[in-house]
């Protein structure tokens, strides 16, 4: 890790500078401009259909588009829709909108738009949002919209309701090929904020202040996202010329000790150890949990992640979310239970190492370069309990395939999106390569269906708790551990992260009604 | 006669390149859209979608036929679709192309001519005290990859010292126009240009050096002091001019790279150049980009060797008539 080593470097030279806003702290008297610094700059043009598919290119458009409800750091919050019901005969939803919302073209928001912004989406489909779930939209007068949809779909808020952006119909009805309308006209929404400026080159993008924003005046005039490298950016914090950015771990005592706020998300991503659990000895469920006696995940995150992360539930849902389950078995670190296990499946340890039938066991483990350190440490620890791995580094996509086509033992992966529990039927019963693809225990498999459309939220976080029980019983994959990320800011802000995630779940700070009064 | 046997090797290069950029996709396991189009591709594949890209790459028809598809889209300037950027290859690489050659161009050719200079003046003086400290600073700085010296200079200069901008090739939103806009771009071109050319100085002045030793053993040399001529007509036409050529063959070697010679020193100033491109393109594996670059490197490699190879006979006649 060159490169983190080089931003302590820095940091370490800099002279202790005093914070930045003292004086300013009470956030209500406006801010002129905030700056918000980020290493990779361009997201793309922030207008629905033309920002990247990351999370911050939807936090740029987020802040111009809005959604019908949105989410603060606790719950769902009224948004476009001032308030809502769920009407559980027909199997929709009726939301009453606000009723002094103008565009920033300064024409009225109405029903009108909602419905065609589902009715658009039907033929051009929202890159973060399942149009399917959606049987039609019909609007009841002026400021009433209903959704009704196609069955009963347990995340409709975070998925659907708090994650599309609506458009203005009297701009995009004219528009036939939405990722290529690219004018001033495709950035008009309702939002706190309007599009200044955007390069796509120098990756920077100017916000002005909506005055007339229904929810009240934006508090800072200006918001400037700017690109610096993640070398830099403790520097550009400690000089004033950033308010807020995204820093390396190594740096956080140093900023928190310069008078910067540091904050860290609520893990929303997994490092993963995929088991091809359709071939022998991968295939017996005793033996997966003996590989995972055999790893200790706490120490990894101590040696690999230098401390800067949690270890892996073997339910795959984080400790740190509400629809953790505290019982799952968590097959704390035990390698003579492993060695134990193993034998009990017609193993013999001989020299350190286990033989079946004259033959050593031996398991491969692939992994594209981003997981070297990690594959390592797995390798070390399965030799150490009497399993000789052949550790392979490969190119990702290779590695990807080689997953894919169940050409593998063991491999590492990772995924976000651990908020919404909607996950765990994608990346367990799900058909691509990075999904365990395991269907062969009937209770599982039923429950992850089932808890998609079940609406009631205590009997689906019942439901949930289950899963994660059988998941963590059966251990198709087995999740390793779960990255901490740290976001510094001066303070001016009363910055937070957002309950699940902006939107679907984007494990960001920048939630634009912080900026908002 | 040797221009139209150049002509022909170099046109028997620029199709391997083609063939290999072609073929590379196609041999890497899995479906070959998915390697044309990466991850992007996977996210937003929708089965139209899927149809109009087989059709588009004539995936569905022999080798020879995706061929042509490939080379006539190629001619036209179609250098594929970036799903990641929504938006043409070419238009991605070409928006980046001149901030990376305005600092890349303009170090090459402050290091060559540098380079020339110190070489000269170091080697007409060989042996004396400034030869000697000029080839041990030199010869020491040459060990420094660009990037490290990039990081040296930021940490004084723009950390420390505090007058040189962290990042970028201006400042955002500072609503600078006229000469006051090109000094802030200058200003913030100024530290990787010095990388870039003091990584690359040592190079030119030992090369010149070295053959500037030689040359100045040559009889010819003797006959011009003789003559009578000034120390400087001595010093750059006869015995600099000479020298050249080692110097133009690397400066070509590195005119060829001039598209991606930034990539570390970009990424170190988050300077918004080709390099920069590359490596957001291997993060996101947006292959499409990745071979557009190839690509394109790969022909300003060809047109710089080129360019060398005709300016050879200009600067030495022998050349031409060597078989």
Redesign the interface.
């Known amino acids: 890790m060159p490169r983190l080593f080089l931003a302590v470097l820095v940091i370490s030279l800099l002279p202790a500078l005093p914070a930045c806003n003292d004086e300013e702290t009470p956030a209500s008297s406006p801010i002129k401009t905030y700056t918000i610094a980020d290493s990779t700059g361009d997201w793309g043009y922030p207008s629905p259909y033309a920002h990247y598919s990351r999370g911050p290119g939807y936090v740029r458009m987020s802040f111009i588009f809005e959604t019908l409800i949105w989410k603060n750091a606790t719950e769902f919050v009224p948004q476009l829709a001032r308030e809502w019901e769920y009407n559980e005969d027909d199997n929709s939803y009726t939301f009453r909108l606000q009723e002094n919302v103008k565009w920033h073209d300064g024409a009225d928001f109405t029903a009108d738009d909602v419905v065609f912004t589902f009715d658009y989406t039907k033929d051009h489909p929202f890159q973060w949002v399942d149009n399917s779930i959606v049987e039609s939209a019909a609007a009841l007068d002026r400021y009433t919209v209903i959704l009704y949809l196609n069955t009963p779909y347990a995340p409709f808020f975070q998925d659907v309701a708090g994650a599309q952006p609506i458009l203005p119909r009297h701009i995009w009805e004219n528009v036939t090929v939405p990722e290529e309308f690219l004018t001033a006209d495709a950035v008009i929404g309702t939002g706190p904020y309007k599009l200044a400026d955007y390069s796509k080159e120098h990756g920077t993008y100017l916000y002005e202040a909506n005055d007339g924003y229904y929810l009240g005046k934006p508090v800072v005039r200006e918001i400037r996202f700017v690109k610096i490298s993640l070398e830099m950016t403790p520097a550009a914090l400690k000089e004033g010329s950033v308010d807020s950015a995204s820093i390396p771990a190594e740096v956080v005592g140093d900023l928190e000790g310069a008078g910067f706020t540091v904050i860290s998300a609520p893990p929303s991503w997994n490092g993963k150890l995929t088991i091809n659990h359709q071939k022998a000895p991968l295939s017996s469920k005793e033996f997966r949990q003996a590989l995972t006696y055999a790893i200790d995940r706490e120490a990894l995150v101590q040696i690999v992640l230098r401390g800067h992360g949690l270890a892996g539930s073997p339910g795959m849902i984080p400790p740190t979310s509400v629809w953790y389950n505290p019982d799952t078995p968590q097959y704390v670190y035990n390698p003579g239970k492993a060695q134990q296990l193993i034998k009990g499946l017609g193993y013999t340890l001989e020299n350190g190492y286990f033989y079946k039938d004259g033959q050593p066991l031996t398991l491969s483990l692939i992994a594209a370069a981003d997981y070297k350190d990690v594959g390592q440490f797995i390798a070390q620890q399965l030799e150490q309990a009497g399993i000789e791995i052949e550790f392979q580094t490969l190119e990702a996509k290779t590695v990807d395939y080689k997953v894919g086509a169940w050409d593998f033992d063991l491999s590492i992966y990772g995924h976000g999106g651990l908020y919404e529990p909607s996950f765990l039927q994608r990346y367990i019963l799900g058909e691509g390569f990075n999904s365990a693809r395991y269907s062969i225990n009937d209770e599982l498999t039923q429950l992850l269906n089932e808890q998609l459309t079940e609406m009631d939220t205590d009997k689906r976080k019942d439901m949930v708790f289950r899963i994660q029980e059988l998941y963590a019983e059966d251990l198709p994959a087995l999740t390793l551990y779960y990255p901490i990320s740290y976001w510094a800011h001066d303070g001016s802000m009363p910055l937070y992260y957002t309950m699940d995630g902006i939107a679907i779940g984007v494990p960001l700070t920048l939630n634009r009604m912080c900026f908002v009064q | 006669m040797t221009i139209k046997r150049n002509l022909i090797t170099y046109g028997i290069a620029l199709i391997i390149i083609l063939v290999l950029n072609f073929i590379l996709p196609r041999i890497?396991?899995?479906d070959p859209l998915?390697?044309i189009y990466?991850d992007?591709a996977l996210?937003?594949m929708?089965p139209d979608l899927e149809a109009h890209l087989v059709e588009r790459f004539a995936l569905d028809q022999s080798l020879w036929q995706q061929f042509y598809a490939y080379i006539t889209a190629m001619f036209q300037g179609d250098l594929g679709w970036s799903y990641?950027?929504?938006s043409s290859v070419l238009q991605v690489i070409f928006?980046?192309l001149p901030?990376t050659l305005l600092v890349v161009g303009s170090s090459l050719v402050l290091s060559t001519l540098l380079g020339i200079v110190l070489g000269v003046e170091s080697g007409w003086r060989r042996g004396s005290k400034t030869d000697r400290v000029m080839l041990t600073g030199l010869m020491s700085l040459n060990g420094f990859p660009d990037f490290f010296l990039g990081?040296v200079l930021?940490?004084v200069f723009?950390?420390?010292l505090?007058i040189a901008p962290?990042?970028?090739?201006?400042t955002?939103?500072s609503g600078l126009s006229g000469l006051s806009f090109v000094l802030d771009v200058l200003k913030h071109a100024a530290l990787p240009v010095a990388a870039l050319t003091i990584a690359h100085l040592a190079g030119g002045y030992l090369l010149t050096r070295n053959t500037m030793i030689t040359v100045l053993k040559e009889p010819f040399m003797l006959t011009a002091k003789a003559k009578g001529l000034s120390q400087n007509v001595l010093k750059y036409r006869h015995a600099g001019r000479n020298s050249l050529l080692p110097v133009i063959t690397m400066t070509g070697i590195w005119l060829g790279r001039v598209v991606t010679g930034a990539l570390f020193v970009e990424?170190?100033?988050?300077y918004?150049g080709v390099g920069q491109l590359t490596y957001?393109a291997l993060l996101s594996?947006d292959y499409p980009v990745i071979q557009g670059i190839f690509l394109i490197v790969a022909i300003s490699v060809l047109i710089a060797n080129f360019a060398v190879d005709l300016l050879y006979p200009k600067l030495d006649p022998r050349v031409s008539h060597a078989h």
Do not use: C, D, H, K
Not at chain 2, 166 to 170: D, E, M
Not at chain 2, 267 to 270: E, G, M, N, P, S
């Open positions: 890497m396991p899995g998915m390697a990466g992007e996210v937003a929708t990641y950027y929504n928006a980046r901030w990081l930021l940490i723009g950390v420390l505090g962290l990042s970028g090739a201006l955002p939103y990424l170190v100033f988050a918004p957001q594996r």
